[in-house]
């Protein structure tokens, strides 16, 4: 276990809604990292957040947004949500030191837009 | 911007044999690359890395190799286990610290029994 928690696990919408997903970093971890991964395909970067500010985003569009919380937690939220928005939606959380880039992951959230 | 390539999608193998998964990385400046194993439900969990400054890394019956000049790096699994069976990513990175991964698209190793 990577000591990343997050939740929920499975969520349903409907196109146009909107959902947040939460995520708990590894004890002592101050960089979060949030990533999609469409059906059999490998994650994509969508954003970073350290020290509690975006460092760092992926091709995705301003509905894609989040926050990071002074206790290192994050949320990852998307509004006006679309089809293909569907995915599992994966944390990763690090320790930001020099030369140290080592991505430890959460089990996901899984969203299915209908 | 960087761009991974990885191959095969599926590998099937007989337990006890060794596989090799490959990948090629695009952006020369990339100098961290990890690789994944992701079960079924679960995240995707690092199982081996190396850095640009280092030719080979092995760990037990895991080791990675890295050619910087041809930019590619494969992951050799040795005497392949029934658990080894899992969908194996790897990823590139650039810079130092806060920097996020690139992902190739996934190998699906079947181990036979």
């Known amino acids: 276990e990577t000591g990343v928690t997050q939740s929920p696990t499975h969520l349903i919408k409907t196109r146009g809604q909107q959902v947040t997903l939460r995520c708990s970093s590894q004890?002592?971890?101050?960089?979060v990292s949030w990533y999609q991964q469409a059906l059999g395909q490998g994650p994509q970067f969508i954003f970073q957040?350290?020290?509690?500010?975006?460092?760092g985003r992926g091709n995705f569009p301003p509905r894609f947004s989040g926050l990071q919380f002074p206790n290192y937690s994050s949320e990852l939220n998307v509004n006006a949500l679309e089809l293909d928005d569907s995915a599992l939606y994966l944390c990763?959380?690090?320790?930001?030191?020099?030369?140290?880039?080592?991505?430890?992951f959460g089990a996901g959230t899984r969203l299915s837009v209908l | 911007g960087e761009n991974v390539e990885q191959h095969p999608s599926t590998l099937s193998v007989q337990e006890g044999d060794s596989a090799v998964i490959k990948c090629t990385y695009s952006d020369s400046a990339s100098n961290y690359f990890p690789w994944y194993k992701q079960e079924l439900g679960k995240g995707p969990q690092l199982i081996i890395d190396i850095r640009s400054n280092v030719g080979e890394k092995k760990d037990q019956r895991i080791a990675v190799t890295l050619n910087k000049t041809a930019k590619h790096f494969s992951l050799h699994i040795t005497e392949t286990q029934p658990e080894d069976s899992a969908v194996y990513f790897c990823a590139a990175s650039k810079g130092t610290g806060r920097r996020a991964l690139t992902f190739g698209s996934g190998t699906r190793l079947q181990v036979q029994p």
């Open positions: 990763a959380s690090s320790l930001a030191l020099a030369g140290e880039n080592i991505q430890y």
């Open positions: 004890s002592g971890h101050n960089t």
């Open positions: 957040y350290y020290r509690e500010e975006e460092n």
